[in-house]
């Protein structure tokens, strides 16, 4: 008969033994591990999410352009004018634009917003006054007392975009906006400002790239022999034209409001229980890995 070795198997009652004789050490590092992560989660400011729900404007698909392409095509193709049209979703763009650093910079700088963002020390839920921090920022003089001077642009859009909520709803076109921050008024108020701004801004594109379609068109036709490319130009004329009616006539160009966002009353941040609970179960798992090393890793090593 061939012999067996167990040498290398675990034997189940020394391993109870030896989590026993250790259980006096697996209490207290864990006991520790709950204390610290109960201290770290108090520690942790409470931050407040407020955000809006939004739906398309209008119609996303391809405009007068399109129309015009199948019927003046070629002809427009002869003068070098192009009247290809992409289609491009514009609500799909307004979100790329609004994680644009052009964009963020732009709404820094008109809301006058960026002590309130980078220099913030904590807020008052009594008096519902934001604190700023004042060995970063001096309120009296407004300056920066760093010693490296204002935020850098990257930092500045870091901390933008890590408090800017965006959320697309799978299977819908409908978007949720918002902002996360330690003063609810503040985030319910940057969320109805960001979705303003993210019109306006869409909007100005498409009323100056209208205007300056319109000025060339007109140079065109001044210059233009055919009666019918002379058509096609006024109908390319009229075209521009509804868009910058549109544009000036809707407040919301791209985004309509479904639910505007509010002030909220709880706070989203931190989840001081999650973080006991991991803190606790970690430190109680470290434990253990370390009380079972010592005992049979050791001896081998020796």
């Known amino acids: 008969p061939q012999s067996v070795n167990h040498d290398d198997e675990i034997d189940l009652l020394e391993l109870l033994k030896v989590l026993w004789d250790s259980k006096l050490e697996i209490l207290a590092t864990t006991a520790v591990a709950a204390f610290i992560s109960v201290i770290y989660a108090l520690s942790q400011p409470n931050i407040y999410q407020a955000e809006a729900l939004l739906a398309p404007s209008g119609d996303e698909g391809p405009g007068g352009i399109s129309r015009l392409a199948g019927q003046f095509g070629g002809l427009a193709s002869l003068a070098g004018v192009s009247l290809k049209d992409e289609g491009v979703n514009k ?146 004329i009229q075209s521009q034209t509804e868009t910058m009616m549109l544009a000036n006539v809707r407040e919301e160009y791209v985004f309509k409001t479904i639910d505007p966002a509010i002030v909220p009353e709880n706070k989203s941040e931190p989840k001081r229980a999650l973080i006991c609970i991991l803190g606790t179960f970690f430190g109680g798992l470290f434990a253990l890995i370390y009380v079972l090393g010592r005992h049979y890793i050791h001896p081998l090593n020796s």
């Open 91 to 236: 609500s799909e763009l307004g979100l790329e634009v609004l994680e644009s650093r052009k964009f963020v910079r732009e709404f820094v700088e008109r809301h006058k917003i960026l002590p309130q963002l980078m220099a913030v020390d904590y807020w008052d839920p009594e008096t519902r006054e934001l604190k700023l921090d004042a060995d970063i920022y001096d309120v009296k003089s407004k300056a920066w007392l760093d010693k490296d001077g204002p935020p850098s642009n990257h930092s500045i859009y870091k901390t933008f975009i890590e408090s800017l909520v965006l959320e697309v709803e799978t299977g819908s076109k409908f978007v949720r906006i918002g902002f996360k921050h330690r003063s609810p008024d503040i985030a319910a108020e940057w969320t109805g400002l960001v979705v303003k701004d993210l019109n306006d801004a869409l909007r100005r594109q498409d009323i100056n790239e209208a205007e300056s379609s319109i000025a060339y068109l007109r140079k065109q036709i001044a210059s233009s022999p055919l009666a019918d490319l002379r058509n096609l130009f006024y109908e390319l």
